[in-house]
């Protein structure tokens, strides 16, 4: 007998075909077959997952409370580092007021050393000004106490020559008005102050009518007693200095006045005396 | 506590596994053929609770006789003739395999090419069901299992000619039945549409 369609049919559809069985089914079995039943199979992997997201919930929590995060931070560090207004305010006017006092300081210490400068000290000579109501902010400074160079200008030089013509009747010239360079409270290095390199050296000079021997020893104890023995001798001698004082760095301009040659000379020594010194300071001074 | 969570990766190993008796080797036999050997006692025994019956009993004997399987076929065939055997020995007690029923006249066969593409197995199955016990297991044996009418006949206990005729029959009441739902199907409002 032959297959019909309805055979293959049936065939095709059925011979692999499921259908579902009770979840009890296979119990019952093991119980007619005598045996244990299996224990249930613990879910180890739910378990195992549920362990673990415990334990990262824990790490987490720690990492919070122990670190905040990245963001909470930054609103913190913006909150706190952000000025507000009256801050800014606050902070502008006491710089404001510090930079006023300075100025008042540094106004003090021009008067004063101006008042220094014009007792007689000679140019060239170190200043030391102290300033007790100083307070610098750095500890350890010196600033209360510092020397300062006198630096001997153009214009410092025309200001003695004008000084000195005023003050015909004196034979001490008058100490110069100098200009010094204002020393910095809170940067140390303007402490010493480099003075401009002198291209072109003129001095005036005034030669006053002869001084009486009083004014001259007042005069001799405020400045170094000139070396007479290197004096020149003879005109020769003189006016050669004078060639050597012209071709070099000072002219000196005398007065004419009518005297004895021995008193022209006289003077003319005195003046080179002074010319002299003035060159040895003006060359410590570089 | 050690975690022991057996994985057979052959058919041979899991044989092997049955053969020492492990239960988780029974377990997994179970799941992995439970469903499909209950198809086949379904389409011998009608009734759901029997054919549970049948498919414990069926097993019971699998994990008996696991020592006697010769790995000369596959596994699964061997699984699905001790199903077959175990519900003809059910129908046997219940001596059921020699209703017969009279038979309609059947006037034109169905359309075959719409019976495959509209009836599921589900239905095919429920078919087969309402075929009298003997014609059913006939048909099973000689249409789907592909037995001859000797084969059986030395499994029924039958002779070939009852077979035959059971096997005739049963082809004709399917043939009636498919005819009955398609003329159902076709004649509804709704299929009109869904054909149009």
Known sequence: MEKQPVDDLFARKLHDAEAPVSSDLFNRMQQRMGTKPLPVRRKIGAWWYVASAACALVAVCFLYLTNKPEKQLLESFAQKRLPEQSDVNRVVTKRRDRFNGSATRLQTIDEETEKVTKEHRKPGQLAKATYPDLKPTNPKSQLSAREHRLVLTQQVEEQIAVIKANENEKSVPAAPQLAISQPGIERVEQATVKPKQITERTILLTINEPQTKNELAASNNNYQKPDTQNQPNGLSGLFGKLKQLKNGEVMAKATPVSESNSTQKKRLGRVFTEVKESLKNETTLE | ?196
């Open chain 2, 1 to 196: 506590m050690a975690l022991s969570i057996p994985y057979y990766l052959s058919e041979s190993q899991l044989v092997v596994a049955l053969q020492r008796g492990e239960a988780r080797a029974q377990k997994i036999v179970y799941e992995r053929y439970a469903n499909r050997m209950m198809a086949i006692c379904l389409r011998y025994v009608a009734n759901q609770a029997d054919a549970e019956d049948v498919l414990i009993e069926s097993f019971m004997r699998v994990f008996e006789r696991v020592n006697q399987f010769r790995s000369e076929g596959s596994f699964e065939g061997w699984i699905r003739r001790i199903m077959v055997t175990e519900s003809l020995m059910f129908l046997r007690k219940n001596k059921s395999l020699r209703q017969e029923i009279s038979l309609e006249s059947v006037t034109e066969e169905p359309d075959y090419q719409w019976a495959d593409e509209a009836l599921q197995a589900n239905d095919l199955l429920r078919l087969v069901a309402q075929l009298p016990d003997g014609y059913r297991t006939i048909f099973n044996l000689y249409a789907i299992e592909g037995y001859s009418h000797a084969e059986i006949a030395s499994l029924t206990g039958i002779s070939e000619g009852t077979s035959k005729s059971q096997l005739s029959r049963a082809r004709a009441l399917l043939q009636q039945r498919i005819k009955t739902l398609e003329t159902d199907v076709k004649s509804a409002p709704e299929y009109g549409k869904a054909a149009s």
